[in-house]
C-alpha cells in the first residue's frame, strides 16, 4: 500500500526557478505540520492493521506531543535572533517551512535537487544578497557538496557555519539521529551562525 503523507498538506510553492509552483518537499523541517504526516502514518497503520490501531493511536499522540514540545523550543531559541538577523542562506531552499514558522527570510544558490545547475549568476547574485543585508555567516547540506557555497563565503565576506542536516539524519552516534535532535542541531548551528556573540 503506498501512502502520500503529504496529502492535504497546504503546501509553500517554489518561486522564480525552472521548479516554479511546484511544492517545496520539505515539510518536515516544521514540527507543527510534520504532526500531519504522523496523522497519515497512524491512520493508514490502523487500516493496514485494524487491532492494532489503538497501539498506533497512542504511538502518534506521543510523538505529537514532542513536536508540539519540539516547536515550542525551536520558537524560544530562534527569537534570541534580532529581527533583522534572521536570514538563513543555505545551498538548498529546505528551509521554507522553518522560516515561515518562526520569522525567518531565506536565500540558496538552488531550490530544489538542483545541485548541478549552479551557475555563476545565482552565485553573483546571492552574494550581492550578502552582501547587501551583511549576513556574518552562511551554511549548506550534508547530502551535497558545498565547495559552491564555500566560494559564495570567500567571495562575500561570510563566515561558512557548517552543513545542516536535512535529507538525511547522522549516525546514530551522531548529532543528528533522530528527526528531533536533527531540528535541535540545525536550529542551535542557526543560532550560532547568526548570533556570533552568543556564547554556548
Given at each position: ?43 493508514s ?5 485494524p487491532?492494532g ?34 536570514v ?44 547587501e543585508?551583511?549576513i556574518?555567516t ?17 567571495e ?9 542536516f ?35
Amino acid at each position: 500500500q503506498r501512502v502520500v503523507l503529504s496529502e492535504g498538506i497546504d503546501p509553500i510553492l517554489i518561486e522564480g526557478d525552472e521548479y516554479a509552483g511546484m511544492p517545496n518537499p520539505h515539510v518536515w523541517m516544521s514540527p507543527k505540520r510534520t504532526i500531519h504526516y504522523v496523522d497519515k502514518l497512524v491512520e493508514s497503520f490502523s487500516e493496514i492493521d485494524p487491532e492494532g490501531s489503538r497501539f498506533y493511536i497512542n504511538n502518534g499522540e506521543k510523538y505529537k506531543e514532542k513536536l508540539l514540545e519540539l516547536d515550542q523550543e525551536l520558537a524560544y531559541a530562534l527569537s534570541s535572533i534580532p529581527p533583522s538577523k534572521r536570514v538563513l542562506v543555505s545551498c538548498e531552499g529546505a528551509f521554507s517551512y522553518l522560516a515561515e514558522d518562526y520569522g525567518m527570510k531565506e536565500a540558496f544558490l538552488w531550490p530544489v535537487n538542483s545541485e548541478s545547475k549552479v551557475t555563476p549568476r545565482r552565485m553573483s547574485k546571492l552574494i550581492s544578497f550578502i552582501k547587501e543585508k551583511s549576513i556574518p555567516t552562511i551554511f549548506c547540506e550534508t547530502t551535497v557538496s558545498s565547495r559552491s557555497q564555500l566560494e559564495v563565503a570567500k567571495e562575500s565576506g561570510a563566515a561558512f557555519g557548517g552543513n545542516f542536516f536535512v535529507d538525511s539524519l547522522s549516525g546514530p552516534d551522531g548529532p543528528a539521529s533522530t528527526l528531533l535532535e536533527l531540528q535541535r542541531y540545525n536550529v542551535n548551528l542557526i543560532r550560532k551562525g547568526l548570533l556570533p556573540e552568543l556564547e554556548d
